[in-house]
Nanobody
Framework: QVQLVESGGGLVQPGGSLRLSCAAS????????MAWFRQAPGKQRELVTR???????NYADSVKGRFTISRDNAKNTMYLQMNSLKPEDTAVYYC???????????WGQGTQVTVSS
C-alpha cells in the first residue's frame, strides 16, 4: 500500500508563489498517472493538472501558464510549482496517483493553500 504525503501549503499573498510536494512511500515509477486536484469550500474536487509516465502534462484552463507539475522518479516525489497565485486558487490541494496494475488509485491527505492579503 503506497502512501502519499503532501507538503508545502500555507498562506501567501496574491501574486505570490508556493511549491507543493507529494512524497510517496514507494516508487512512483510504476504509476501510470500522477495528478494534483483541489477542493475549495463548498465546491467539488477538481483536476488541476496531471502528468502521465510519458511526461506529457495537462492543465486546467484556470492555471495554465501559472502552475507547473513535475515528477522526480529518483526521489519518488511529485511537485506543483504555483506562481502568480490568485485568491480563487485557495483550496485544499490533493496529490493523486493511479496505477493500472491492480487498478489502484491513491490519495494524499491534502494540504491547505490560502491566497489572501
Amino acid at each position: 500500500q503506497v502512501q502519499l504525503v503532501e507538503s508545502g501549503g500555507g498562506l501567501v499573498q496574491p501574486g505570490g508563489s508556493l511549491r507543493l510536494s507529494c512524497a510517496a512511500s514507494g516508487s512512483i515509477f510504476s504509476f501510470n498517472v500522477m495528478a494534483w486536484f483541489r477542493q475549495a469550500p463548498g465546491k467539488q474536487r477538481e483536476l488541476v493538472t496531471r502528468i502521465p509516465r510519458n511526461g506529457i502534462t495537462n492543465y486546467a484552463d484556470s492555471v495554465k501558464g501559472r502552475f507547473t507539475i513535475s515528477r522526480d522518479n529518483a526521489k519518488n516525489t511529485m511537485y506543483l510549482q504555483m506562481n502568480s497565485l490568485k485568491p480563487e486558487d485557495t483550496a485544499v490541494y490533493y496529490c493523486n496517483a493511479y496505477s493500472s496494475d491492480g487498478d489502484s488509485n491513491y490519495w494524499g491527505q491534502g494540504t491547505q493553500v490560502t491566497v489572501s492579503s
